[in-house]
């Protein structure tokens, strides 16, 4: 036999070894982690990219990594931008930021706080495709996890920097897909660390307590048991945390945020239109479940959210944009994959066939919408581009050194926290910074230097940089 023969075999070999490999890249257990994998790289080159044009949003983000800094150096979580030694726990308890805090003191930059929300999120995937893959079989599994990877809600989120709710994504997608496989213990421990995340979590804690209750009370009167103590502690704990713990660190000694409920410093209705109700509420559930969702107890989670939202005067809160619907998103999408498993055995041939055409109804809508949505920028080279603009931007504020106190507005902010002392704008109180940088690009400041004496009037500031619609003023 001749070299050229005996090789043939081996090639076979190696084929049929890569053949065996690819398989089990693809296997169906593996596909909640390289669509979570898939859409880590797409929520962080989005946040990333939105990051490097300058394009933040709010202040939020200048907040989070100043107490995320103060934690990463052993100190208390101070956020000056809300004022000179707020401590940030006196606005929202949100302790479980804390645990961002051996990244950042790694990598101490802004951008350590978008990629890890973009793992969470995507982490947040897994359980949910997990389980719909597990109940309703491959397809159906992969359709529901796209469909919320991509939804509305995830993708406000990632465009509006960062958020403490981050964190409430997965735990929450790991309880609830713990309470259809009713490991009913584990539905619990997952729901417990909400109480860190943010204050009015521990309703949402209560919520799966009842959840859980209502799917064990006949067959398991322990397992109820054990529910009811989760739903006391919960309610327990967020009457401590507003009541007692926010007002603690809080200088005021109270909650900033009861005014945002009404007027008078205690909770009242609010005044949101009926149709702005009806609209968000539409939204919440019919391009993400069909309204089939309705049909699931697993829905009784998504009420304290919405329940804060609604009563609250803050129209910023009813409607779609920003951060809020996010964790109503893997609430909705597993009581879907519930839905559309108890509505197999319905004696109604229609709820049959509607409920078994959703889950690739919501991709299709996911991925329709999604046209519209933040991560169609990926689609745009203009993303991936800072450009000339920004690159002079970061050039002036470099102009500010490191350990600089400084008054800023929220253009100059997300590059200045990491190296300064950064105030908000009109809220550095008593304190007289060392520099003022404005974003004034659309020239609501008039005079920059006659601005600063109004806000300083013991202090003197010169103009030491004005171009590309930014103003950097310097004391002395």
């Given at each position: 036999?001749?070299?050229?023969?005996?090789?043939?075999?081996?090639?076979?070999?190696?084929?049929?070894?890569?053949?065996?490999?690819?398989?089990?890249?693809?296997?169906?257990?593996?596909?909640?982690?390289?669509?979570?994998?898939?859409?880590?790289?797409?929520?962080?080159?989005?946040?990333?990219?939105?990051f490097?044009?300058?394009?933040?949003?709010?202040?939020?983000?200048?907040?989070?990594?100043?107490?995320?800094?103060?934690?990463?150096?052993?100190?208390?979580?101070?956020?000056?931008?809300?004022?000179?030694?707020?401590?940030?726990?006196?606005?929202?308890?949100?302790?479980?930021?804390?645990?961002?805090?051996?990244?950042?003191?790694?990598?101490?930059?802004?951008?350590?706080?978008?990629?890890?929300?973009?793992?969470?999120?995507?982490?947040?995937?897994?359980?949910?495709?997990?389980?719909?893959?597990?109940?309703?079989?491959?397809?159906?599994?992969?359709?529901?996890?796209?469909?919320?990877?991509?939804?509305?809600?995830?993708?406000?989120?990632?465009?509006?920097?960062?958020?403490?709710?981050?964190?409430?994504?997965?735990?929450?997608?790991?309880?609830?897909?713990?309470?259809?496989?009713?490991?009913?213990?584990?539905?619990?421990?997952?729901?417990?660390?909400?109480?860190?995340?943010?204050?009015?979590?521990?309703?949402?804690?209560?919520?799966?307590?009842?959840v859980?209750?209502?799917?064990?009370?006949?067959?398991?009167?322990?397992?109820?048991?054990?529910?009811?103590?989760?739903?006391?502690?919960?309610?327990?704990?967020?009457?401590?945390?507003?009541?007692?713990?926010?007002?603690?660190?809080n200088?005021?000694?109270?909650?900033?945020?009861?005014?945002?409920?009404?007027?008078?410093?205690?909770?009242?209705?609010?005044?949101?239109?009926?149709?702005?109700?009806?609209?968000?509420?539409?939204?919440?559930?019919?391009?993400?479940s069909?309204?089939?969702?309705?049909?699931?107890?697993?829905?009784?989670?998504?009420l304290?959210?919405?329940?804060?939202?609604?009563?609250?005067?803050?129209?910023?809160?009813?409607?779609?944009?920003?951060?809020?619907?996010?964790?109503?998103?893997?609430?909705?999408?597993?009581?879907?994959?519930?839905?559309?498993?108890?509505?197999?055995?319905?004696?109604?041939?229609?709820?049959?066939?509607?409920?078994?055409?959703?889950?690739?109804?919501?991709?299709?809508?996911?991925?329709?919408?999604?046209?519209?949505?933040?991560?169609?920028d990926?689609?745009?080279?203009?993303?991936?581009?800072?450009?000339?603009?920004?690159?002079?931007?970061?050039?002036?504020?470099?102009?500010?050194?490191?350990?600089?106190?400084?008054?800023?507005?929220?253009?100059?902010?997300?590059?200045?926290?990491?190296?300064?002392?950064?105030?908000?704008?009109?809220g550095?109180?008593?304190?007289?910074?060392?520099?003022?940088?404005?974003?004034?690009?659309?020239?609501?400041?008039?005079d920059?230097?006659e601005?600063?004496?109004?806000?300083?009037?013991?202090?003197?500031?010169?103009e030491?940089?004005n171009?590309?619609?930014?103003?950097i003023?310097?004391?002395?």
């Amino acid at each position: 036999m001749d070299m050229a023969t005996a090789a043939i075999p081996a090639q076979h070999g190696s084929s049929a070894a890569a053949g065996t490999r690819v398989q089990r890249l693809f296997r169906p257990k593996i596909d909640p982690y390289w669509l979570a994998g898939a859409l880590f790289v797409a929520y962080a080159t989005l946040s990333v990219c939105r990051f490097r044009r300058m394009a933040t949003m709010s202040w939020d983000l200048g907040i989070f990594e100043q107490a995320i800094k103060s934690y990463a150096h052993f100190q208390a979580p101070v956020a000056d931008l809300k004022g000179p030694g707020t401590n940030i726990l006196g606005d929202h308890f949100s302790p479980i930021t804390a645990l961002v805090a051996p990244f950042y003191r790694v990598f101490p930059s802004p951008v350590t706080l978008l990629v890890v929300q973009a793992a969470l999120f995507a982490l947040s995937v897994v359980p949910v495709t997990r389980v719909g893959a597990h109940f309703l079989g491959r397809g159906r599994g992969l359709a529901v996890g796209v469909a919320y990877g991509l939804s509305w809600g995830v993708q406000r989120a990632i465009e509006f920097d960062f958020h403490e709710i981050a964190f409430a994504m997965p735990m929450l997608a790991f309880s609830l897909e713990a309470v259809l496989r009713k490991r009913w213990k584990t539905a619990m421990w997952w729901a417990l660390p909400l109480i860190l995340v943010k204050e009015d979590m521990g309703a949402t804690v209560a919520a799966i307590g009842v959840v859980v209750l209502l799917r064990t009370r006949r067959e398991d009167p322990r397992t109820a048991s054990y529910a009811i103590w989760l739903i006391g502690f919960g309610l327990a704990f967020a009457a401590i945390a507003f009541g007692v713990l926010i007002p603690a660190f809080n200088n005021s000694g109270g909650y900033d945020y009861w005014n945002k409920l009404g007027g008078s410093g205690a909770p009242v209705a609010g005044t949101i239109p009926p149709d702005t109700a009806l609209r968000t509420l539409l939204w919440i559930l019919l391009p993400t479940s069909g309204l089939l969702a309705l049909r699931s107890p697993l829905l009784i989670a998504a009420l304290p959210t919405i329940g804060w939202r609604f009563i609250s005067h803050d129209d910023h809160y009813w409607g779609l944009d920003w951060h809020y619907s996010a964790v109503l998103m893997p609430v909705v999408f597993l009581a879907l994959v519930d839905a559309v498993n108890e509505s197999r055995d319905s004696p109604r041939g229609w709820l049959r066939s509607y409920a078994s055409q959703l889950p690739a109804a919501a991709a299709a809508a996911a991925l329709a919408l999604s046209t519209t949505l933040p991560l169609a920028d990926l689609t745009h080279t203009a993303t991936y581009r800072p450009g000339a603009h920004v690159k002079a931007v970061e050039k002036l504020l470099r102009q500010i050194p490191d350990g600089a106190s400084v008054e800023a507005n929220v253009g100059p902010i997300s590059r200045l926290v990491n190296r300064c002392t950064v105030y908000w704008i009109g809220g550095a109180k008593n304190v007289v910074p060392d520099y003022i940088a404005i974003d004034n690009g659309d020239g609501w400041v008039p005079d920059p230097v006659e601005y600063a004496h109004q806000l300083h009037p013991s202090a003197a500031y010169t103009e030491i940089a004005n171009s590309e619609g930014y103003v950097i003023l310097r004391r002395g």
